[in-house]
Protein backbone atom coordinates (compact mmCIF):
# COMPACT_ATOMS: atom_id res chain seq x y z
CA UNK A 1 0.00 0.00 0.00
CA UNK A 2 2.58 2.33 1.17
CA UNK A 3 4.99 1.62 -2.59
CA UNK A 4 1.44 2.69 -4.34
CA UNK A 5 0.95 6.01 -2.30
CA UNK A 6 4.47 6.58 -3.23
CA UNK A 7 4.13 6.03 -7.03
CA UNK A 8 1.04 7.66 -7.07
CA UNK A 9 2.32 11.04 -5.01
CA UNK A 10 6.03 10.51 -7.55
CA UNK A 11 3.18 10.30 -10.78
CA UNK A 12 1.24 13.40 -9.94
CA UNK A 13 4.61 15.30 -8.96
CA UNK A 14 5.96 14.14 -12.55
CA UNK A 15 3.05 15.23 -14.07
CA UNK A 16 3.82 19.49 -13.07
CA UNK A 17 7.48 18.30 -14.86
CA UNK A 18 8.03 18.66 -18.48
CA UNK A 19 10.05 16.33 -20.35
CA UNK A 20 13.34 17.48 -20.74
CA UNK A 21 14.71 14.79 -22.89
CA UNK A 22 14.91 17.27 -26.31
CA UNK A 23 15.58 20.72 -24.02
CA UNK A 24 18.19 22.77 -26.23
CA UNK A 25 21.05 24.74 -24.34
CA UNK A 26 19.52 28.24 -23.27
CA UNK A 27 17.97 30.30 -26.00
CA UNK A 28 20.35 33.53 -26.43
CA UNK A 29 18.29 34.51 -29.70
CA UNK A 30 15.34 34.89 -27.24
CA UNK A 31 17.07 36.02 -24.44
CA UNK A 32 17.78 38.77 -26.92
CA UNK A 33 14.43 38.80 -28.63
CA UNK A 34 12.99 39.69 -25.37
CA UNK A 35 15.42 42.97 -25.27
CA UNK A 36 14.57 44.03 -28.39
CA UNK A 37 11.06 43.95 -27.90
CA UNK A 38 11.55 46.09 -24.37
CA UNK A 39 13.16 48.33 -26.00
CA UNK A 40 10.73 49.03 -28.56
CA UNK A 41 7.79 49.07 -25.84
CA UNK A 42 10.20 51.86 -24.19
CA UNK A 43 10.27 53.53 -27.89
CA UNK A 44 6.48 52.82 -28.36
CA UNK A 45 5.59 54.44 -25.18
CA UNK A 46 7.54 57.41 -25.86
CA UNK A 47 5.79 57.91 -29.24
CA UNK A 48 2.46 58.00 -27.52
CA UNK A 49 3.36 61.34 -26.79
CA UNK A 50 3.01 62.38 -30.07
CA UNK A 51 0.62 60.11 -31.49
CA UNK A 52 -2.20 62.33 -32.71
CA UNK A 53 -4.86 60.17 -32.17
CA UNK A 54 -4.26 58.35 -29.40
CA UNK A 55 -4.74 59.19 -25.81
CA UNK A 56 -2.33 59.03 -23.21
CA UNK A 57 -1.12 60.58 -19.66
CA UNK A 58 0.17 63.82 -20.86
CA UNK A 59 0.62 64.51 -24.98
CA UNK A 60 3.27 66.63 -26.64
CA UNK A 61 1.82 70.05 -28.66
CA UNK A 62 4.38 68.45 -31.82
CA UNK A 63 1.33 65.79 -32.72
CA UNK A 64 2.12 63.40 -35.83
CA UNK A 65 -0.49 61.21 -38.08
CA UNK A 66 1.93 59.22 -39.98
CA UNK A 67 3.42 58.39 -36.91
CA UNK A 68 0.96 56.54 -36.05
CA UNK A 69 1.08 54.31 -38.51
CA UNK A 70 4.81 53.25 -38.17
CA UNK A 71 3.31 52.57 -33.93
CA UNK A 72 0.92 50.07 -35.98
CA UNK A 73 3.22 48.04 -37.55
CA UNK A 74 4.71 46.34 -34.48
CA UNK A 75 1.08 46.08 -32.78
CA UNK A 76 -0.16 42.53 -33.93
CA UNK A 77 2.97 41.12 -32.61
CA UNK A 78 4.47 43.25 -29.71
CA UNK A 79 2.99 41.90 -26.85
CA UNK A 80 2.39 38.43 -28.24
CA UNK A 81 5.75 38.03 -28.56
CA UNK A 82 6.41 38.65 -24.93
CA UNK A 83 4.07 36.27 -24.15
CA UNK A 84 5.03 33.45 -25.78
CA UNK A 85 8.88 34.06 -24.80
CA UNK A 86 7.28 34.14 -21.25
CA UNK A 87 5.89 30.84 -21.62
CA UNK A 88 8.97 29.27 -23.18
CA UNK A 89 10.38 30.49 -20.38
CA UNK A 90 8.74 29.12 -17.70
CA UNK A 91 8.95 25.86 -19.34
CA UNK A 92 13.06 26.04 -19.10
CA UNK A 93 12.35 27.06 -15.25
CA UNK A 94 10.05 24.00 -14.60
CA UNK A 95 12.49 21.54 -15.50
CA UNK A 96 15.08 23.27 -12.99
CA UNK A 97 12.98 23.92 -9.69
CA UNK A 98 9.92 22.45 -7.96
CA UNK A 99 6.65 24.21 -8.42
CA UNK A 100 6.94 24.85 -4.75
CA UNK A 101 10.27 27.30 -5.35
CA UNK A 102 8.68 28.13 -9.46
CA UNK A 103 5.96 30.06 -7.36
CA UNK A 104 7.99 31.57 -5.09
CA UNK A 105 10.23 32.88 -7.07
CA UNK A 106 8.24 34.03 -9.49
CA UNK A 107 6.48 35.83 -7.05
CA UNK A 108 9.66 37.46 -5.65
CA UNK A 109 10.94 38.61 -8.93
CA UNK A 110 7.23 40.14 -10.09
CA UNK A 111 5.78 41.20 -7.07
CA UNK A 112 8.66 42.99 -5.42
CA UNK A 113 9.49 45.00 -8.93
CA UNK A 114 5.44 45.58 -8.97
CA UNK A 115 5.08 47.07 -5.61
CA UNK A 116 8.31 49.18 -6.26
CA UNK A 117 6.66 50.23 -9.30
CA UNK A 118 3.17 51.14 -7.84
CA UNK A 119 5.18 53.53 -5.05
CA UNK A 120 7.58 55.21 -6.73
CA UNK A 121 7.18 54.98 -10.58
CA UNK A 122 3.42 55.37 -10.72
CA UNK A 123 2.25 58.45 -8.86
CA UNK A 124 4.68 60.62 -11.12
CA UNK A 125 2.39 59.16 -14.21
CA UNK A 126 -0.71 60.46 -12.25
CA UNK A 127 0.82 63.85 -10.80
CA UNK A 128 1.71 64.62 -14.70
CA UNK A 129 -1.31 63.61 -16.26
CA UNK A 130 -3.46 65.41 -13.14
CA UNK A 131 -1.37 68.89 -14.13
CA UNK A 132 -1.44 68.35 -17.92
CA UNK A 133 -5.36 68.15 -17.84
CA UNK A 134 -5.59 71.40 -15.12
CA UNK A 135 -6.87 69.21 -12.44
CA UNK A 136 -3.90 69.62 -9.57
CA UNK A 137 -2.01 72.53 -8.29
CA UNK A 138 0.05 71.66 -6.21
CA UNK A 139 3.59 70.79 -5.64
CA UNK A 140 5.05 66.25 -6.29
CA UNK A 141 5.52 65.48 -2.51
CA UNK A 142 2.18 67.60 -1.54
CA UNK A 143 0.51 65.05 -3.93
CA UNK A 144 2.61 61.93 -3.14
CA UNK A 145 1.26 62.20 0.23
CA UNK A 146 -2.38 62.57 -0.85
CA UNK A 147 -1.50 59.97 -3.05
CA UNK A 148 -1.98 57.64 -0.32
CA UNK A 149 -5.26 59.02 0.94
CA UNK A 150 -7.79 56.55 -0.56
CA UNK A 151 -10.63 58.96 0.39
CA UNK A 152 -9.18 62.12 -0.82
CA UNK A 153 -11.41 64.08 -3.21
CA UNK A 154 -8.84 65.22 -6.10
CA UNK A 155 -8.88 61.78 -7.58
CA UNK A 156 -12.33 60.93 -7.86
CA UNK A 157 -12.24 61.32 -11.19
CA UNK A 158 -9.40 59.18 -11.91
CA UNK A 159 -10.97 55.91 -10.64
CA UNK A 160 -11.33 53.21 -10.70
CA UNK A 161 -7.81 51.77 -9.54
CA UNK A 162 -6.45 49.32 -7.24
CA UNK A 163 -6.85 51.05 -4.77
CA UNK A 164 -9.26 53.13 -5.85
CA UNK A 165 -7.42 55.46 -7.65
CA UNK A 166 -3.66 53.59 -7.46
CA UNK A 167 -3.32 51.46 -10.41
CA UNK A 168 -0.05 49.61 -11.95
CA UNK A 169 -0.45 51.33 -15.21
CA UNK A 170 2.48 50.33 -17.97
CA UNK A 171 3.64 47.85 -15.36
CA UNK A 172 0.51 45.78 -15.39
CA UNK A 173 2.45 42.85 -17.56
CA UNK A 174 4.16 42.15 -14.27
CA UNK A 175 0.96 41.72 -12.59
CA UNK A 176 -0.63 39.74 -15.65
CA UNK A 177 2.40 37.08 -15.49
CA UNK A 178 2.39 36.15 -12.27
CA UNK A 179 -1.05 36.05 -12.44
CA UNK A 180 -1.04 33.95 -15.84
CA UNK A 181 2.16 31.68 -14.19
CA UNK A 182 -0.47 30.59 -11.44
CA UNK A 183 -3.41 29.65 -13.74
CA UNK A 184 -0.83 27.42 -15.73
CA UNK A 185 -0.03 25.51 -13.02
CA UNK A 186 -3.07 23.42 -12.77
CA UNK A 187 -2.78 22.70 -16.34
CA UNK A 188 0.21 21.52 -16.68
CA UNK A 189 -0.87 17.75 -16.47
CA UNK A 190 -2.75 18.17 -19.49
CA UNK A 191 -0.02 20.31 -21.36
CA UNK A 192 2.92 17.74 -20.15
CA UNK A 193 0.90 14.78 -21.11
CA UNK A 194 1.74 11.99 -24.04
CA UNK A 195 -1.74 13.24 -25.54
CA UNK A 196 -1.22 17.11 -26.09
CA UNK A 197 2.90 16.23 -27.19
CA UNK A 198 2.04 14.31 -29.90
CA UNK A 199 -1.01 17.02 -30.82
CA UNK A 200 1.87 19.78 -31.49
CA UNK A 201 3.95 16.59 -33.20
CA UNK A 202 1.44 15.91 -35.41
CA UNK A 203 0.36 20.10 -35.66
CA UNK A 204 4.15 21.16 -37.13
CA UNK A 205 4.24 18.33 -38.55
CA UNK A 206 1.11 19.35 -41.13
CA UNK A 207 1.48 21.65 -43.92
CA UNK A 208 2.21 24.83 -43.27
CA UNK A 209 -1.37 26.24 -43.97
CA UNK A 210 -2.95 24.29 -42.27
CA UNK A 211 -0.45 24.36 -38.85
CA UNK A 212 -1.37 28.19 -39.35
CA UNK A 213 -4.92 27.63 -39.97
CA UNK A 214 -5.41 25.72 -36.00
CA UNK A 215 -2.76 27.64 -34.26
CA UNK A 216 -4.64 31.04 -35.23
CA UNK A 217 -7.72 29.21 -34.77
CA UNK A 218 -8.34 30.28 -31.16
CA UNK A 219 -7.11 33.30 -31.44
CA UNK A 220 -9.68 34.01 -34.01
CA UNK A 221 -12.50 32.64 -31.66
CA UNK A 222 -11.20 34.74 -28.98
CA UNK A 223 -11.20 38.02 -31.16
CA UNK A 224 -14.83 37.04 -32.76
CA UNK A 225 -16.46 36.62 -28.88
CA UNK A 226 -14.91 39.68 -27.28
CA UNK A 227 -14.47 41.79 -29.49
CA UNK A 228 -12.19 44.72 -27.72
CA UNK A 229 -11.69 43.31 -24.35
CA UNK A 230 -9.13 40.31 -25.69
CA UNK A 231 -6.14 41.93 -23.77
CA UNK A 232 -6.04 38.97 -20.84
CA UNK A 233 -7.33 36.25 -23.09
CA UNK A 234 -4.64 36.48 -25.56
CA UNK A 235 -1.98 36.94 -23.22
CA UNK A 236 -3.17 33.34 -21.72
CA UNK A 237 -3.19 32.03 -25.09
CA UNK A 238 0.40 33.08 -26.07
CA UNK A 239 1.40 31.92 -23.03
CA UNK A 240 0.36 28.86 -23.51
CA UNK A 241 1.24 28.59 -27.23
CA UNK A 242 5.00 29.59 -25.93
CA UNK A 243 4.99 26.92 -23.30
CA UNK A 244 4.21 24.16 -25.96
CA UNK A 245 7.02 24.89 -28.34
CA UNK A 246 9.58 25.56 -26.11
CA UNK A 247 11.56 23.25 -27.51
CA UNK A 248 9.05 21.47 -30.48
CA UNK A 249 12.04 20.52 -32.81
CA UNK A 250 9.75 20.95 -35.82
CA UNK A 251 8.26 23.91 -34.88
CA UNK A 252 11.55 25.78 -34.49
CA UNK A 253 13.02 23.91 -37.67
CA UNK A 254 9.93 25.18 -39.74
CA UNK A 255 10.23 28.51 -38.61
CA UNK A 256 13.79 28.96 -39.34
CA UNK A 257 12.96 27.70 -43.42
CA UNK A 258 10.00 29.94 -43.54
CA UNK A 259 11.89 33.22 -42.19
CA UNK A 260 11.47 35.08 -45.43
CA UNK A 261 8.12 34.03 -46.78
CA UNK A 262 6.36 34.45 -43.34
CA UNK A 263 8.05 37.84 -43.12
CA UNK A 264 6.87 38.89 -46.49
CA UNK A 265 3.11 37.61 -45.48
CA UNK A 266 3.40 39.88 -42.20
CA UNK A 267 4.19 42.83 -44.41
CA UNK A 268 1.22 41.75 -46.97
CA UNK A 269 -0.96 41.71 -44.12
CA UNK A 270 0.04 44.97 -42.78
CA UNK A 271 -0.43 47.00 -46.11
CA UNK A 272 -3.51 45.18 -46.77
CA UNK A 273 -5.18 45.09 -43.44
Known sequence: MTTLLTNYFNNLKNAFIPNADSMPQRRYDLDWLRVLVFALLILYHIGMLYVE????????????????????????????????????????????????????????????????????????????????????????WQFYQVFFQGTSEIFKDYQPGIWPHIDVNHLWYLRELWLYSLFLIPLLPIL?????????????SQRALIAITIAVLPIFIIQLLDGDDTRNKLGFTFLLYGYLIGWQATFWQRLRENTRPLLILSLVCYIYP
Open 53 to 140: NWGYHIKSQYLSQSLENIMLLSDPWRMASLWIISGISIRFILVKVSLWKFVSMRSVRLLLPLFFGILVIVPPQLYYQMTFEGNLNMGY
Open 192 to 204: NSRIIQKSTDWLF
